[in-house]
Structure formats: structure tokens, C-alpha cells
């Protein structure tokens, strides 16, 4: 009976110590999480407030200037994107459906289909049909002067973006420019080379530069993929024009 008790009394501090040690080790567990997630918080914080100090330090004319270039590019870029992803059609999708229409149905049937149709591809198709009537030659210059008129769409308001990309590291070579002027201004009124002087004007330069170059080069990105969209998009309406014109000759047949 005595081993009895015994084997229990061990077996039961033998539970107790693992439970409090899985105890010991979830509390820790949630500790170090709660701390991590702190630590990534302050992280955070600390990052922003960096930036908003950074921001001060380079003065509010030059980086007020150049923060708007920032704006008003993103604007445009975005506007631009959602703009010409309306605009994306599916052309060899298009291009059968238009087909069946005229085989079935003849050139108001095509142009029906055009009418229920998004894109520049589409229009350009309506236009088309729209002069099978007057000859072929007159479907292939209303083709090109309206995928002319489509292409302007396409292009408008880029030009804007590519203001800003080159306006922004100027703005922010006239602030180093400037941030150096008043740093010799501050050296040769004290008569003497002291650091501290010219400490802050040269901040002010590099703080202004580096600010100008991030805008520059975070609009540069839009502006390069708004132009392969516009390449892309241009494209198939050049190859959706002559695919037209082999429609209507084999329908004219």
C-alpha cells in the first residue's frame, strides 16, 4: 500500500510539472508575441514619424512643391490605368463575333455587335462597317482616321505625368542649390568655418534631392507601364484594322 501511494505521489508531481511547464511555455510564447507585435508597431510609428520629421527639415516651399507633383502624377497615372483597362477588349473574341454577324446577318448585325462592344477596337469597327456602303477605300481611310482619333484618346493627359517626372529632381536640385547658398551665406557672415553652421543648409540640399528622385522615380514606373498599355492597346487595334478590311473583301465576294 505504501508503494502504492508513492507511485501516485510521483506520477502526480510528475503532471503537475509538465503542466506548469506548458504553463511557463505558452505564457512565454504570448509574451514574446506580444512584444514582437510591439516592436513591429513602434517599428511603424517610428517609420512615419522619420518621414514627417525628414519632410519638415527640407522646408515647406521645395517639398510642398515637389509633394504636389507627387499628387497630381498619381492622379493622372491612376486615371490613366483604370482608363485603358476599360478600354482592353478581347479582339479575337471581337474579330469572331463579328464574322458570324456579317455571315449571318450582314453589316448591321456587325455593327450591332460593335455597338454592344467596350473599346477603342470596337469603334474603330463600327466605323469601318459604318462606310461598307461607300467602298472599301473609304472603310480603310475612316479606319485610320478614327484609330488616329482613339490613339489621341489613349494618349491624353500622359504627357502631364512625364512634367512631373523630369519637375520633380529639379525641384529638388533647386532646394540643394539653394540649401547651399544659404549655408556659405551663414559661413561668411560668421567669418569662420564652423560645422554647425552649415549643417543645416546642407541637410536641407540632400533632404530635397532625395525627396525630388523618390518621386521621380516612383512616377517613372506608372508612366512606363501606362506607355507598354498604350503600345499594346494600339497594337491590336492596328492588327483588328486589317482583319476587318479581309472581312469585308472575303464578303464582299
Not at 3 to 12: H, N, P, T, W
Not at 47 to 76: S, T
Not at 235 to 251: G, P, V
Amino acid at each position: 500500500m505504501k508503494r502504492l501511494f508513492s507511485i501516485l505521489a510521483i506520477v502526480g508531481i510528475m503532471a503537475f510539472g509538465t503542466v506548469n511547464a506548458n504553463t511557463n511555455a505558452n505564457t512565454n510564447t504570448i509574451v514574446n508575441s506580444i512584444q514582437e507585435e510591439e516592436a513591429a508597431a513602434s517599428d511603424d510609428v517610428g517609420f512615419h514619424q522619420e518621414l514627417k520629421k525628414r519632410f519638415i527639415e527640407g522646408g515647406p516651399g521645395f517639398m510642398g512643391i515637389v509633394l504636389l507633383c507627387l499628387i497630381l502624377g498619381l492622379a493622372i497615372a491612376i486615371e490613366r490605368i483604370i482608363f485603358l483597362n476599360l478600354s482592353s477588349t478581347n479582339t479575337k473574341k471581337l474579330t469572331q463575333d463579328v464574322e458570324e454577324a456579317l455571315n449571318s446577318g450582314g453589316v448591321e448585325a456587325a455593327k450591332e455587335v460593335c455597338r454592344n462592344t467596350k473599346g477603342p477596337v470596337a469603334s474603330i469597327f463600327y466605323q469601318g462597317l459604318d462606310r461598307t456602303d461607300e467602298g472599301l477605300e473609304q472603310v480603310e481611310k475612316a479606319v485610320v482616321a478614327y484609330g488616329g482619333v482613339q490613339m489621341g484618346q489613349l494618349e491624353k493627359n500622359v504627357s502631364w505625368i512625364s512634367l512631373f517626372i523630369a519637375l520633380a529632381p529639379m525641384l529638388g536640385f533647386m532646394g540643394t542649390v539653394i540649401g547651399m547658398i544659404s549655408a556659405f551665406d551663414k559661413i561668411e557672415a560668421a567669418g569662420d568655418m564652423n560645422p554647425s553652421l552649415v549643417a543645416g543648409g546642407i541637410k536641407i540640399a540632400l533632404l530635397t534631392t532625395v525627396f525630388g528622385l523618390v518621386v521621380a522615380i516612383i512616377l517613372q514606373v506608372f508612366y512606363n507601364y501606362i506607355i507598354a498599355k498604350i503600345d499594346s492597346i494600339v497594337n491590336d487595334m492596328e492588327d483588328a484594322s486589317i482583319t476587318l478590311m479581309d472581312l469585308l473583301i472575303r464578303n464582299k465576294n
